[in-house]
């Protein structure tokens, strides 16, 4: 026998230092991919994000609640759901309550979150943040077993793998990410563009992008701006890849002594204002653009309003068409729609992305279904019991009254009436006042609307249909109470 100081044989083993890198490499790029760059197609969400939203459901930060601090937020979501720092967690908080970076925030934040010029948030020991509304439809019916459940990191509690996402999110916030070897960049769409386009779906499986870009015609970017050309928008939503050109929105503005400016009120998504005042300054004392005299930024709460202020002489098309070619205010936005699909990398087209968050929902509300009929069939088998023991009550008050124990009469009640465990202990805990006429007609009336509800939800278990027509009934209410 070997000692104890020897190596047992199947501990150390030799191996290819090159295999074993690329063992390793590929598992710390599938973790990337799944576990951090990559959002779920369904609820299109990364897990830190979706571990955020969680943390403050947690708190209880509903759109209507008291603003906490963020760094209570940062906290939670870091104790008991992301234990990778607060240098992680806080920027993908701020980020989701910023108005120019997501189309619908679903975060309210109060205090310094940023601007568009760059400036960075304030501390999280500053700020406060709430859910939004949009946040709150993420969650809906969470606790109606609607979504698997996971461990989290040291399993001391159980987090949701995805969200029920009644806000179809992954479409209309969009999302980008950098993982290895790939990276995801899905604009963000028009929340009524995007509701009609699932209806068109369920109702006609067979939809073409062409029919489909009648509902979205493109991108919808917080920040505006004017997309040139459909060619590169058609090419992302047939193949999941693409590029649109996307101009600021400029107007022009007769001021004093015939005096023009141009006027900027939209520039491109994720091209900040700062950046674009200092390339036309540079441009200027270049001398690469002519016609310019002076340049303000009048933005406000209001909106955005940089104010080039022209020359007399100045040709604003001319000067129009120097901007577009030389800043910022003209941005290619490269579109490559890939999402996780049961936890794999898969480019997805336009159709496919509605599709998928179809299916999410019909598992949701099949879920959400038989955990209700589930409910309500343990509710009216405990009234059915209640009304038993009404029916009989004398003889149950006898058979209590003689029992030397509670063990005792459960085992009587059992045998005499039989009737389930469950039903018998709702006996025993039965308080005198259900003896009268009144309480025996609410309980049967109780008892009459469970089993139609009860009806109802084995229909739509058992028919696809019916479930396609709640989908319907609550996107057209969704458009109706969130569009814009």
């Known amino acids: 026998m070997p000692s104890e100081s020897e190596p047992k044989p199947d501990v150390i083993r030799d191996l290819l230092i090159e295999e074993e890198m690329k063992d390793s490499y590929l598992n710390y790029a599938m973790s990337v991919i799944v576990s951090r760059a990559l959002p779920d197609v369904r609820d299109g969400m990364k897990p830190s994000q979706r571990r955020i939203i969680v943390a403050m459901n947690d708190l209880n930060l509903g759109p209507r609640a008291k603003f906490r601090k963020c760094a209570k937020i940062v906290g939670e979501t870091m104790g008991n759901y992301h234990p990778h720092g607060d240098g992680a967690i806080y920027p993908t908080l701020v980020r989701l309550a910023q108005d120019f970076a997501s189309r619908y925030m679903l975060i309210n934040g109060q205090g310094n979150f940023g601007s568009i ?5 304030a501390a999280m020991r500053y700020t ?26 040291d399993e001391t509690r159980d987090e949701p793998s995805v969200l029920p996402s009644k806000f179809p999110n992954l479409l209309c916030n969009g999302s980008s990410g950098i993982a290895v070897g790939m990276a995801t960049s899905i604009p963000p769409h028009n ?13 006609e499986p067979e939809a073409t ?3 489909l870009m009648q ?4 991108p919808d970017f917080p920040t505006g701006g004017i997309i040139c050309g459909a060619r590169g928008i058609r090419e992302a939503y047939e193949t999941g890849r693409g590029q649109c050109l996307v101009r600021a929105r400029i107007a022009v503005e007769e001021g004093k002594k015939d005096r023009r400016s141009l006027v900027i009120t939209e520039i491109p998504y994720n091209v900040s204002k700062k950046r674009i005042i200092e390339r036309i300054g540079e441009l200027h004392r270049e001398g690469r653009i002519q016609g ?7 933005s406000d709460k209001d909106g955005m309003r940089l104010v080039v202020d022209l020359k007399k002489d100045a040709e604003e098309q001319v000067v129009m068409n120097q901007l577009y070619r030389n800043t910022p205010l003209q941005d290619t936005f490269s579109i490559i729609m890939i999402a996780l699909v049961k936890d794999r990398p898969q480019v997805l087209s336009l159709k496919e992305l509605l599709v998928a968050y179809k299916d999410h929902r019909i598992e949701v509300i099949r879920r959400r279904t038989k955990f209700l009929l589930d409910k309500a069939e343990a509710e009216a088998h405990i009234l059915e019991g209640l009304l038993i023991a009404i029916d009989s009550i004398d003889e149950v008050i006898e058979i209590i009254r003689h029992s030397p124990n509670v063990p005792e009469a459960e085992a009587r009640l059992i045998q005499r009436f039989k ?5 018998t202990q709702a006996i025993l805990r039965m308080q005198l006042q259900k003896l009268t006429g009144l309480e025996r007609e609410k309980l049967q009336k109780e008892l009459a609307d469970l089993k139609e509800k009860i009806a109802e939800y084995r229909a739509i ?12 009934e609550d996107l057209i209410e969704l458009k109706k109470s969130q569009g814009d």
């Open 117 to 121: 010029d760059e400036d960075p948030p």
């Open 215 to 218: 509902i979205i015609p493109g």
């Open 292 to 298: 310019l005299a002076d340049l303000r930024d009048e």
């Open 128 to 153: 406060e943040a709430r859910m939004s509304q949009y946040s709150s439809l993420m969650l809906e019916d969470l606790e109606k077993d609607t979504v698997k459940f996971v461990p989290n990191f």
């Open 209 to 211: 992008t062409e029919e």
């Open 461 to 472: 278990l058992s028919d696809e249909t019916l479930v396609l027509d709640i989908i319907r």
């Open 419 to 423: 009737l389930s465990v469950l039903q």
């Open 191 to 203: 929340l009524c563009e995007v509701c009609d386009a699932i209806v068109k779906v369920i109702d």
